[in-house]
């Protein structure tokens, strides 16, 4: 259910800030998550907003996000806002709709994050070795895991070290849609 002209403020580019919470929470996920979240949900998702970046928002029903400890995920709800595209606007540049509000209503916040939760099993990466981390590793220049320049990618979600570097928490990343790296669980076990 889209928000109303009086949760929204003029943003730029006749986008609109919206405050969640009120009308709806959102879920920000990166899109590489998002989109597999999608092919899982299978058409039972409501609206959806893909912005210019990396990431994604499913919109799901107000309140239903107060428990929410999806890893990678970030619930959106009370104290929050969420940039939303025109009206109608349905491809890129800039944010865009990918389910428009128009004729969808909210993603139900159990179906989401069981899919969610799957898909997260299905992409379980190898852990980064965070002392090890060079500084275009951690600032997603480079593969958290073999140090490949990054040209596609995927997160590896959100980490802390002991480091400087790594004292907050940092999301890193890794090639997509499998990273070079053999483990080396893989190694010796001779594969």
Not at 31 to 41: D, I, N, P, S
Not at 79 to 105: A, F
């Amino acid at each position: 259910m889209p928000p109303s002209a009086a949760d929204e403020i003029p943003g730029f580019d006749h986008t609109r800030i919206a405050a969640a919470g009120r009308k709806w929470d959102a879920v920000r996920v990166s899109r590489f998550l998002g989109l597999q979240a999608l092919q899982l949900l299978q058409g039972r998702e409501g609206a959806v907003v893909m912005d210019s970046g990396r990431t994604m928002y499913f919109f799901v029903p107000p309140g239903s996000t107060t428990d929410w400890e999806v890893p990678q995920s970030t619930a959106l709800g009370e104290t929050n806002h969420v940039v939303l595209p025109p009206r109608g606007k349905e491809k890129p540049p800039g944010p865009y709709w990918l389910n428009s509000p128009h004729h969808m209503q909210w993603t139900d916040t159990g179906l989401l994050r069981k899919a969610l939760t799957n898909v997260l099993k299905l992409n379980r990466p190898a852990a980064p070795d965070l002392d090890r981390l060079k500084l275009d590793q951690i600032r997603g220049w480079s593969c958290a895991l073999c140090g490949t320049r990054l040209i596609s990618d995927r997160s590896l979600g959100l980490f802390t070290g002991r480091s400087i570097l790594m004292s907050e928490p940092t999301e890193l990343w890794a090639c997509a849609p499998q990273c070079r790296r053999v483990d080396n669980s893989a190694k010796s076990a001779g594969r």
